[in-house]
């Protein structure tokens, strides 16, 4: 009888004793995610392996038990009630679990938090999908939007099935529990009036960040991860390696941007990796609501977000006549789809679509000639 470890990196399942991975190498000492099992034989010599978890305590009891099983010949080839732990205390675990495995991981903390404030001192395996129904009804009550109803339930979902993978539920309560659909065809961009009046009561580093924003279309996320290692001046390309759908991708560089980079660069510390620091932490900023904010409020803008810049770069894009493909691969949009939203700012995309049959017609004018005398 023995517990075993699984390798993150290639899921071999090593000795506990091991210090490094038997078949990649990886120092199981020092990895992280790594996940216990347990072995044992039955009196019939058949070797048995059950996956615990990220427990080690857990693996160890666990084993004791199974061990009592085959000593007392009451085995039973079939597992044993998956082992009861609070809402609250496997949220901790699954937050942990997140730091490394999820990108946007601070904006999951925050619903991680505030569901443990609604399951908290439950326990995973008394949470039904009524539950979770009752909690939705209650914060649509309080006349949340769609998209605000649905994230904190899919952030749920997502915990109840890492608590099946890691052994403690059989079955997904919240799997029963649909998302409303949401309308994501909100479209809300600036006028080139309101760029001039946005941009006069932006100052410093909030400024620059706009400017970045609507001159690329790069989301909040990819700005604030830029690194001046991603950007060739030589070239005059910006390369996006950390995006949305994990998609590379290279914007070029206007006049504009380019020498607002050029700009910045020049007054950048020495070994200032990210283009963009919070002089007060001396970090990469992670949020500028609230000086966006206000400067929204100067500029007299109402029903505006930052991420609105992002369709402010692509509808005035479409406006000037380039073709939606270009939009899409500028966007790092994975699906056309996506990008479909602002062909109707293009009028005349589809007048000059139609136009260009005419040159059929024009090498061979006889039929339009044939067809009026018959008329």
């Not at 901790?92 to 730091?99: F, L």
């Not at 649905?150 to 799997?175: D, Q, S, V, Y």
């Not at 001039?196 to 909040?220: E, Q, W």
């Amino acid at each position: 009888m023995a517990i075993l470890i699984e390798c993150p990196n290639c899921r071999y399942r090593n000795s506990e004793n091991r210090e490094v991975c038997k078949r990649c190498g990886l120092n199981l000492k020092k990895a992280k995610d790594k996940v216990y099992w347990i072995e044992y034989y039955t009196k019939d010599k058949k070797r048995k392996r059950e996956r615990v978890g990220p427990w080690r305590k857990l693996a160890i009891e666990a084993l004791a038990k199974r061990r009592v099983e085959v000593a007392e010949n009451k085995f039973l080839d079939k597992r044993e009630e998956p082992p009861k732990i609070k809402f609250k205390d496997f949220a901790k675990e699954y937050d942990k679990w997140c730091q490394t495995n999820n990108k946007g991981y601070f904006r999951k903390k925050w619903f991680i938090d505030h569901l443990i404030t609604i399951f908290g001192d439950k326990y995973l395996n008394e949470i039904t999908s009524w539950d979770i129904e009752k909690y939705r009804l209650e914060r649509k009550k309080q006349g949340l939007g769609t998209a605000s109803l649905n994230r904190p339930i899919a952030c749920l979902k997502h915990m109840f099935t890492k608590a099946i993978e890691w052994g403690f539920l059989k079955e997904n309560p919240a799997k029963p529990v649909k998302l409303f659909k949401e309308n994501n065809r909100r479209l809300r961009f600036l006028s080139e009036d309101e760029i001039d009046r946005l941009l006069t009561n932006c100052s410093g580093y909030l400024k620059d960040i706009v400017l970045v924003a609507l001159n690329t279309g790069m989301r909040k996320g990819e700005i604030f991860n830029l690194k001046w290692q991603d950007i060739n001046f030589d070239l005059r390309l910006i390369h996006v390696s950390d995006s949305k759908n994990s998609e590379a991708r290279d914007i070029p560089m206007n006049d504009i941007l380019y020498e607002t980079l050029k700009t910045l660069r020049e007054k950048a510390g020495e070994g200032q990796d990210y283009v963009f620091i919070n002089p007060k932490t001396n970090k990469p900023y992670d949020n500028v609501k609230r000086s966006f904010k206000t400067a929204l409020k100067r500029a007299g803008i109402e029903d505006f977000t930052f991420h609105d810049l992002r369709h402010t770069f692509a509808s005035h894009l479409v406006m000037n006549g380039v073709d939606l493909m270009t939009v899409k691969e500028l966007l790092g949009h994975k699906d056309i789809k996506m990008t479909m939203r602002y062909s109707h700012l293009s009028p005349d995309h589809k007048r000059m679509a139609v136009k260009r049959i005419e040159v059929v017609f024009h090498r061979r004018p006889n039929l339009v000639l044939v067809s009026n005398n018959q008329s």
